[in-house]
């Protein structure tokens, strides 16, 4: 059974930085992705970046690109989410999801949603102005 368990969420001032990490276990093969998604109050879910377990490729959205890394410890099957220069838009609730990709190279697709077939519970990351 696939488990995500994200943690290091928290509050932060505007100019900050967190790290999320999101535990990934019960995946038999080496082909899928993960994604970090968020979702801040009133609005729909988004991806804010993924990677490909083959290939360590990743993608992201141009409202992070720059500030956000994904990075991933296949010894300690962690993915990271390292988010610097942080803005209060960057506040809402954060997800890693897990899904089947074969591919070594990441594309869009992966920053939507329906790719995704396991879910953590999320994390809250608030930023004040």
């Known amino acids: 059974q696939v488990q995500l368990v994200e943690s290091g969420g928290g509050l932060v001032q505007a100019g900050g930085s967190l790290r999320l990490s999101c535990a990934v276990s019960?995946?038999?093969?080496?082909?899928?992705?993960i994604g970090w998604f968020r979702q801040a109050p009133g609005k729909e879910r988004e991806g804010a970046a993924c990677?490909?377990?083959?290939?360590?490729?990743?993608y992201y959205p141009d409202s992070v690109k720059g500030r956000f890394t994904i990075s991933r410890d296949r010894a300690k099957n962690t993915v990271y989410l390292r988010m610097n220069n942080l803005k209060p838009d960057d506040t809402a609730d954060y997800y890693c999801?897990?899904?089947?990709?074969?591919?070594?190279?990441?594309?869009?697709?992966?920053?939507?949603?329906?790719?995704?077939?396991?879910w953590g519970r999320g994390t809250q990351v608030s930023v004040s102005s």
């Open positions: 019960g995946f038999t093969s080496d082909n899928y992705a």
């Open positions: 999801a897990a899904g089947q990709w074969e591919g070594t190279w990441a594309s869009p697709t992966l920053l939507g949603p329906g790719m995704y077939d396991y």
């Open positions: 990677i490909t377990n083959r290939g360590g490729d990743t």
